[in-house]
């Protein structure tokens, strides 16, 4: 089954740092997605990418935030300067983008962990 | 806009049923419905996209109202395995967003 592919699962980084958290979205999908969630929290939207820009994007992703699509397969998430509130899980999503039977399904990837000392 | 969802927990034993309620203040183009492990991603349980549907996966079922205000999922005869945390996601009313905005999540415990 066409997963979507997440790295690093797990990264630690001091405050100030920049990291950028990368994604392999499902090959065929059109739209791409970040997502968070803070530790027993709710999962909340970052930022949705299509056509090669961004489509939406929530008040969360500010101007520390950005993406980019740099080749055909890989999706990334920069943080310029992260702060020690932006621990939290990152979850990279795609969604087909065709809207027939129901078949516009949002698919996961299993996330980056992402921890700010 | 986020929906509103309840409760935000459920203690079940074995065999016991459960629903779950996701609500918004406007009409929705779709409901998705995500079950999440601890530790690990949400996955996709089903999608309710027409006023008035029911649709069932197992023993796990759901519903969207007529207004498209309102969908309810249903666990019958619950399992070990139901237990996680549970969490719709809408879109709409515009149809042209396409990015999911999720309720706050009931976490379902299931005990022998």
């Known amino acids: 089954e066409p997963e979507v592919t997440q790295t690093p699962s797990h990264q630690v980084t001091q405050m100030g740092q920049e990291v950028i958290l990368r994604c392999v979205p499902i090959?065929?999908?059109?739209?791409f997605y970040w997502y968070r969630q803070i530790l027993g929290q709710k999962v909340e939207f970052l930022v949705s990418?299509?056509?090669?820009?961004?489509?939406?994007k929530s008040e969360i992703f500010d101007d520390q935030f950005s993406v980019e699509r740099p080749d055909g397969s890989n999706f990334t998430l920069k943080i310029r300067s992260t702060k020690l509130e932006d621990s939290a899980m990152y979850f990279c999503?795609?969604?087909?983008?065709?809207?027939?039977?129901?078949?516009?399904?949002?698919?996961f990837g299993a996330g980056s962990r992402l921890t700010v000392l | 806009q986020q929906p509103v969802q309840s409760p935000q927990a459920v203690i079940l034993r074995e065999g016991e049923d459960a629903v779950i309620n996701c609500s918004s203040s406007?009409?929705?183009?779709?409901v998705h419905w995500y079950r999440q492990k601890h530790g690990e991603a949400p996955v996709f349980l089903m999608i309710?996209?027409?006023?008035?549907e029911q649709k069932g996966h197992e023993k796990i079922s759901a519903s969207f109202n007529e207004k498209k205000q309102q969908s309810s999922l249903y666990l019958t005869a619950s399992q070990l395995s139901y237990s996680g945390t549970y969490f719709c996601?809408?879109?709409?009313?515009?149809?042209?967003?396409?990015?999911?905005?999720f309720g706050s999540g009931t976490r379902l415990q299931v005990q022998p």
């Open positions: 090959s065929n999908h059109l739209y």
């Open positions: 406007k009409a929705l183009y779709s």
């Open positions: 996601g809408t879109e709409g009313p515009d149809t042209g967003r396409r990015a999911l905005t």
């Open positions: 309710l996209l027409k006023g008035g």
């Open positions: 999503a795609s969604r087909p983008g065709t809207v027939s039977s129901g078949a516009n399904v949002l698919t």
């Open positions: 990418f299509y056509n090669n820009e961004i489509s939406e």
